[in-house]
């Protein structure tokens, strides 16, 4: 069985760090690109940030390109994304997401066949 678990999030003050992990199992994780994508209360989802399998190339959304950085361990298995100066947003949830195709990249909400049950992130005072 396929299982994304994040851990990480919590309450953290304006321009503070976060740094969340995403633990994978039951697939082989260093075949596929892994993201994260996140979402604010009552609004769709937003893609933030992929990975490629090895690591080796990373992508990033505007809104985080400078301030988030998006990193995995394949002897571990878990994918992590370090945040920074953070703004304050409001509440937002972190998924990460498995790549639903071995050795394919996508920077979009879509193209995704597993995710995990999301980290809240609390930026404020």
């Known amino acids: 069985e396929v299982q994304l678990v994040e851990s990480g999030g919590g309450l953290v003050q304006p321009g503070g760090s976060l740094r969340l992990s995403c633990a994978a199992s039951?697939?082989?994780?260093?075949?596929?690109?892994m993201s994260w994508v996140r979402q604010a209360p009552g609004k769709g989802l937003e893609w933030v940030s992929v990975?490629?399998?090895?690591?080796?190339?990373?992508s990033y959304a505007d809104s985080v390109k400078g301030r988030f950085t998006i990193s995995r361990d394949n002897a571990k298995n878990t994918l992590y994304v370090q945040m920074s100066s953070l703004q304050p947003e409001g509440t937002d949830v972190y998924y990460c997401?498995?790549?639903?195709?071995?050795?394919?990249?996508?920077?979009?909400?879509?193209?995704?066949?597993?995710w995990g049950q999301g980290a809240q992130v609390i930026v404020s005072p």
């Open positions: 997401a498995k790549v639903r195709r071995e050795r394919t990249v996508v920077a979009s909400t879509d193209g995704y066949d597993q």
């Open positions: 039951g697939f082989a994780f260093s075949n596929y690109a």
């Open positions: 990975i490629t399998s090895g690591g080796g190339s990373t």
